[in-house]
């Protein structure tokens, strides 16, 4: 079954626009938000197959929204509802789904739906041939009410903290709800390396490699006083990587 999650500031046009998604598809609602902050913490935790996403809601814009989500590496269909005519050049640059005008048209509604769901029951596309996919070099972090778009470079390690993950650049520490495992597959592995389950490190933040208990290594980093260790299971692809 699609999952889908709406993003609408206004109450009556979020009400609305649920009950046209339940009556006429069996399209699962897991969740409504108000602002765009809400919706970007939200998707950090779960997975939807589409987000109906206002424009001009608080927070963070919803075409600031749709161009972060877009850069994930599955993101879901975005179909814009909203009362403005003139973003919808800007919208479809971030291959959105579908653009849908406010007020309502029910019959508009129900063809979008039936497109949703049609994608559901088509056969899946032969896989092309492989190529080399451009690789994302900015990550999203969380911070209090803002969106920091950080360049994978400034990141020096990240760290599992429970059900957290700690991302640290030389001047910050952010606190991202997702899995570190989740977080990692964000960022290109031509830079980071997973040293240990609770660990994965900047590579080219490495300043020092000091020899430690059980035939492991202790990594220091520049800027920073943290002491990332190497797991006994990552030790060969450690020394291999860094020519040890």
Same mark, same amino acid.
């Given at each position: 079954?699609?999952?889908?999650?709406?993003?609408?500031?206004?109450?009556?046009?979020?009400?609305?626009l649920a009950y046209l998604i339940q009556?006429?598809?069996?399209?699962?609602?897991?969740?409504?938000?108000?602002?765009?902050?809400?919706?970007?913490?939200?998707?950090?935790?779960?997975?939807?197959?589409?987000?109906?996403? #206002?424009?001009?809601? @608080? =927070?963070?814009?919803?075409?600031?929204?749709?161009?972060?989500?877009?850069?994930?590496?599955?993101?879901?269909?975005?179909?814009?509802?909203?009362?403005?005519?003139?973003? $919808?050049?800007?919208?479809?640059?971030?291959?959105?789904?579908?653009?849908?005008?406010?007020?309502?048209?029910?019959?508009?509604?129900?063809?979008?739906?039936?497109?949703?769901?049609?994608?559901?029951?088509?056969?899946?596309?032969?896989?092309?041939?492989?190529?080399?996919? @451009?690789?994302?070099?900015?990550?999203?972090?969380?911070?209090?009410?803002?969106?920091?778009?950080?360049?994978?470079? #400034?990141?020096?390690?990240?760290? $599992?903290?429970?059900?957290?993950?700690?991302?640290?650049?030389? &001047?910050? &520490?952010?606190?991202?709800?997702?899995?570190?495992?989740?977080?990692?597959?964000?960022?290109?592995?031509?830079?980071?390396? &997973?040293?240990?389950?609770?660990?994965?490190?900047?590579?080219?933040?490495?300043?020092?490699?000091?020899?430690?208990?059980? =035939?492991?290594?202790?990594?220091?980093?520049?800027?920073?006083?943290?002491?990332? @260790?190497?797991?006994?299971?990552?030790?060969?692809?450690?020394?291999?990587?860094?020519?040890?």
């Amino acid at each position: 079954m699609m999952k889908a999650l709406i993003v609408e500031d206004e109450y009556l046009a979020r009400q609305e626009l649920a009950y046209l998604i339940q009556e006429h598809s069996a399209i699962e609602i897991v969740a409504s938000v108000e602002d765009g902050l809400e919706a970007f913490k939200f998707l950090q935790e779960q997975v939807v197959d589409v987000v109906f996403l #206002d424009i001009n809601i @608080p =927070s963070i814009d919803g075409l600031l929204l749709a161009k972060n989500l877009h850069k994930a590496a599955k993101p879901p269909r975005i179909v814009f509802v909203t009362a403005y005519k003139e973003f $919808a050049v800007e919208a479809f640059e971030v291959e959105a789904f579908d653009y849908i005008l406010k007020p309502y048209n029910e019959t508009r509604i129900i063809s979008l739906l039936a497109k949703l769901e049609a994608l559901e029951q088509a056969p899946p596309a032969a896989a092309p041939l492989p190529e080399s996919a @451009p690789v994302s070099r900015t990550v999203n972090l969380a911070k209090g009410d803002s969106i920091i778009v950080t360049p994978c470079d #400034d990141i020096y390690y990240v760290e $599992a903290d429970e059900k957290v993950t700690l991302v640290y650049t030389a &001047r910050d &520490r952010y606190v991202m709800a997702i899995s570190i495992s989740e977080f990692v597959s964000r960022l290109p592995v031509d830079s980071f390396f &997973r040293c240990h389950r609770s660990y994965c490190v900047n590579i080219h933040k490495i300043r020092e490699i000091a020899p430690w208990q059980n =035939s492991t290594y202790i990594i220091k980093l520049y800027d920073l006083k943290a002491e990332i @260790p190497v797991s006994r299971s990552n030790i060969k692809a450690f020394r291999q990587l860094m020519h040890l």
